[in-house]
């Protein structure tokens, strides 16, 4: 195929798929949110009272598939295990908070030691012991699913209530131990050995789970036997609710039936033309609410930078990044906004000079100079496969990149594929030429480390397939207290742009419909809905 060549059918296609997203940037203008709803104090609800509110069903697009304590993958794991599984700490606004853990001891600069409670329980009633912390991180690591484990050397009990970590350097990093300490799913050995964990969690969580239809739904309990007292009880791990189910639903347009018809109370899939049905004046109005945030996480486009692979080729990697635009892709893909650099606002350590980058290809759709590029690399037709995730919104996403990137004559298949099998594809190189998924983390720095650290994955590559040193230093150096300033960060950011290792797509932002039965809505690390701490009205 001629590199410049283009039929009429394509024209076409492309035009049409213009006039979509321009229709959605309409619908989406037109919306309105509500700020997040706070607690009237007139009316009886949970936060006034012990009683609790009988059900919540929450919506999710995806199956999480695997509910044991490493099935890290599909993004709606986020929201369903931190209702049965807890960590040591949790981790708000880049400190660690204690949560299984009563705080930890420096014992010089590479050990720490970490104190339980001594009365800990999971929901079979299984006490948790030093030894159990240290079961549970060996699980993550056998299963390679210990990431952001730089720091990390090994764990040891010293005592039945005191775990040992021994660290490979002195701590000095902006969330450095955000994953050591804060995402490893603590469980009991004999619980883990008692159940088929991946169907049946049993975990130390304010909620046990009854049941799960794989597909369909996942139903949870309150734990009425929670192990923390009441005082020292931390107020995102609390039971307001008794019965909490997660329906499955994968077609965003079920999403607002199932809303309009009760049969669910939370979801963040409605798609954007349909948000204003449940505002005021919408047809569905009456017993809902909208609302909308700014989210952490930014969906990016991976070239697969692998020697050999068409997309190590530079100009390639930048006629496809030249060939995009990105504001006409976040519109199709519902509730986000267009990315302005490889990041998001919602950091302190984002900066909006980023934006105006000589060279950030992000803000600038030109397929004139994409075809410029084009032709100076050695694309020669081949088809690209471009993995990413089964949800509506990535796929409508990729849909238009593929459409975009025919349009200057780079000829994309899609591939979807489920989180589990995504992750295992996305580590290797012969598997895809592009690739589209989500990244987050507790800051911009640590945002940007699954996607550039090259030893994230044990495979001395990153995400990209890149393995390059000056990359690696700028990050380690801009990962240190001393290292994190804004010169240090906008050097490497633009390293990135100077290379075309990244396309910062959309941010997605948090757009949720609920019942108006909710008093507030509480989210794990401004993200993650905790149905469980949300305060619900009783009258």
Known sequence: MNKNHVSRKLKRNFAMAMAVAMAAVSLSTAVCAADAPEVDTSRNSTATSDERYDKVTVALPSDPVDLGPTGYGDNSALYTMMN??????????????????????????????????????????????????????????????????????????????????????????????????????????????????????????????????????????ANDDYWQTDDLRDAEHLANVQNLEYDIIAESSQHVIALSTDQVQYTEAVPVENLADFEEGGQYAEGHAVYQ???????????????????????????????????????????????????????????EAWETAENNYMVVYDPDKAKEYL??????????????????????????????????????????????????????????????????????????????????????????????????????????????????????HNYILDNAYYYGVCIPKTTAVYSDDFATLVYREHEFIRPGSCDYYLD
């Open 84 to 221: 049965y599984y807890e960590n040591l700490f949790d981790f708000r606004d880049n400190t660690y908070v204690p949560i299984l853990a009563k705080g930890y001891t420096e014992v010089d600069d590479k050990t720490w030691d970490v104190e339980i409670y001594d009365y800990i329980k999971d929901s079979d009633g299984n006490s948790i012991t030093a030894s159990d912390i240290v079961f549970s991180y060996n699980l993550l690591i056998d299963a390679g699913k210990a990431l952001k484990f730089d720091s990390f050397d090994s764990i040891e009990a010293i005592d039945d209530y005191t775990v040992r970590f021994h660290w490979t350097k002195a701590i000095d990093g902006v969330g450095e131990l955000e994953w050591p300490l804060c995402r490893v799913n603590i469980v009991s050995e004999k619980a883990y050995n008692d159940h088929p964990m991946n169907s049946e969690p049993v975990g130390t969580g304010p909620y046990k789970v009854t049941e799960y239809v794989a597909g369909a739904k996942i139903v949870m309990e």
């Open 293 to 351: 945030a700014q989210g952490s996480g930014v969906e990016v486009l991976y070239p697969n930078c692998y020697e050999g692979k068409p997309t190590a080729d530079i100009n390639l990697r930048k006629a496809i990044f030249y060939a995009l635009d990105n504001t006409a892709i976040a519109t199709v893909a519902g509730t986000y906004d267009p990315a302005k650099a490889f990041g998001t606002p919602f950091f302190s350590d984002y900066y």
């Open 375 to 492: 032709d100076q690399s050695s694309y020669n037709g081949e088809e690209l496969v471009l993995l990413c995730p089964t949800d509506e919104a990535s796929k409508s996403a990729c849909t238009m990149i593929q459409t975009f990137l025919l349009q200057i004559g780079i000829n994309v298949t899609i591939q979807a594929e489920d989180g589990t099998l995504l992750e295992k594809d996305t580590l290797d190189p012969a598997k895809f030429d592009l690739f589209y998924k989500d990244i987050g983390g507790g800051s911009q720095i640590g945002e940007w480390n699954r996607p550039i650290n090259y030893n994230e994955f044990g495979t001395d590559y990153n995400n990209a397939m890149i393995h390059d040193e000056t990359l690696q230093e700028e990050l380690l150096k801009c990962a240190t207290v001393e290292g994190h300033t804004e010169e240090n960060m906008t050097e490497m």
